[in-house]
């Protein structure tokens, strides 16, 4: 196959100060193995600190403020758009810089994710070959009052634009693309996520201070709704009560809605009473993070919706039991007892009993390398030549198209 020059544009990576989220992890691997493949990688990224491009481990990172001229026509509008408005902005400076990138050297494909539109105007206007991925069913909120806003209802139109004017769409599970295909018609290929269990220069320094010589359980991820924490806090308050010996570490972004001010609050307020033997801490770096999966005994992710989460990979590629949820994409890769433990989604004391029969298991070390073992699909050699061999046939029919 012939070196491509590829760019990639995203609301967050994971050079940047303000990432926490899946979507930076999975650019950086994808990025940085076909980069060490030969290709011309580039990653245009939102900011908060102007630069010009950079190298990063072979991938040449471009890094994009936010137009001032947007916060005026976002007060003009009396903020009624929001999130709307600031992705507006976002896609319009994407839009700039690739056009820019693209005159003094032609991109041969442009990947957008759906997440925050940040492609929409490149998808329009462009006219460069280009496929979407699907990271989730966007917009999701946690606050059903949102939905009623006109700023959900243009987010929603700006979804429908986005998958009507995206002819490749590709996502790494097979639940979303059921769900994508009812909801927007759209057909999309199912290309899988790269993981490992390897980080540069791990960093125990956090890990090492957390209840030394205790085994915990770990949940690490967004604190909202869809990732299953509301169902999670309660599950811990049982849990945790009952069984003097169990600890649990939650880490991640803290999430408020309408009803909840503070995921992790409500969390804390549940298990006031065993307060000491739960740790709640801020999203933290690869480095950081993977030593606490690492000691773990469990990890738990409940998730209400998802879409094949890096964290279950991760936490499966360190040899970890998870426990994960059925129908939510999670049961694609666990198989209940085999390599892992599933339960019905939104269940907390279904839940609970599992935490409990999980954590007394006499089995958990050949259950965790199982899950190990299962996780060797998802190498960075066979996700990137899946996915090239997907870019060349985008780009194949592309040509085709035009001659």
């Avoid at 006109?150 to 986005?162: G, V």
Wanted: some cysteine; hydrophobic content about 40%.
């Amino acid at each position: 196959m012939s070196k491509l020059r590829i760019a990639f544009a995203t609301p967050e990576y994971i050079t940047e100060k303000h990432f926490d989220g899946g979507l930076a992890n999975y650019l950086y691997r994808t990025a940085t193995t076909l980069a060490n493949l030969g290709h011309d990688v580039h990653v245009i990224t939102l900011s908060q600190t102007e630069q010009a491009q950079f190298q990063h481990h072979g991938v040449t990172v471009h890094r994009l403020l936010l137009s001032n001229r947007w916060y005026a026509v976002n007060r003009f509008t009396r903020y009624q758009f929001p999130t709307a408005l600031h992705w507006f902005n976002l896609s319009t400076r994407v839009y700039q810089k690739l056009r820019q990138l693209n005159a003094e050297q032609p991109f041969d494909i442009a990947q957008f994710p759906n997440y925050s539109y940040c492609g929409l105007f490149s998808i329009l206007f462009s006219g460069i070959p280009h496929v979407l991925r699907a990271s989730s069913d966007e917009p999701f909120f946690e606050d059903p009052e949102k939905e009623q806003t006109l700023d959900f209802k243009l987010l929603q139109l700006l979804e429908k634009i986005q998958y009507r004017r995206s002819r490749y769409v590709f996502l790494p599970s097979h639940g979303l693309r059921e769900t994508l295909a009812s909801k927007h018609a759209v057909r999309a290929e199912v290309i899988i996520n790269a993981v490992d269990g390897q980080t540069d220069n791990p960093n125990s320094a956090v890990c090492d201070g957390l209840f030394p010589g205790r085994e915990f359980i770990l949940f690490f991820g967004r604190f909202e709704r869809r990732k299953g924490f509301a169902v999670l806090a309660h599950a811990l308050q049982e849990a945790l009560s009952a069984n003097e010996e169990m600890y649990a570490v939650l880490v991640g972004r803290d999430v408020a809605t309408s009803e909840i001010p503070s995921m992790a609050g409500y969390a804390r307020s549940l298990c006031r009473e065993i307060g000491e033997r739960l740790i709640v801490l801020d999203p933290l770096a690869h480095d950081q993070l993977y030593p606490i999966i690492a000691r773990a005994k469990l990890v738990v992710l409940p998730s209400v919706i998802d879409n094949l989460p890096n964290a279950c990979l991760e936490a499966m590629a360190l040899g970890k039991v998870v426990i994960g949820t059925r129908e939510s994409t999670l049961d694609e890769v666990i198989v209940d007892e085999e390599n892992g433990f599933l339960v019905p989604a939104g269940d907390a004391e279904a839940l609970r009993k599992k935490i409990v029969y999980a954590w007394h298991h006499s089995n958990l070390e050949a259950i965790g390398s199982a899950a190990k073992q299962k996780t060797l699909e998802f190498s960075r050699e066979k996700a990137a030549t899946a996915l090239l061999n997907y870019y060349q046939s985008v780009i194949d029919d592309r040509r085709r198209h035009n001659a």
